[in-house]
């Protein structure tokens, strides 16, 4: 009778909410997210569009020479 009633751990619903992020509606929090991903991902392609001039720069100054 004991076994039948014992739970498992990681079934409970506070197990669940533990790994789960809670969902956040609000305005702000969104346009903040937008904002963050837009910096990282604007900083990520100014390298890369940085290292392409520069790769394609090399490129022609070596066919000229």
Avoid: H, P, Q
């Avoid at 506070?14 to 997210?33: C, F, L, N, W």
């Avoid at 837009?38 to 890369?48: D, E, H, K, N």
């Avoid at 569009?49 to 720069?57: A, E, F, G, P, T």
């Amino acid at each position: 009778m004991i076994k039948e009633m014992t739970v498992k751990r990681n079934e409970t619903k506070i197990s669940e909410r533990k790994y789960r992020s809670a969902e956040d509606r609000r305005t702000v929090a969104k346009a903040s997210g937008g904002v963050a991903l837009s910096l990282l991902l604007g900083g990520f392609a100014l390298v890369f569009v940085n290292d392409i001039v520069s790769m394609l720069s090399r490129l022609i100054r070596n066919r000229s020479a």
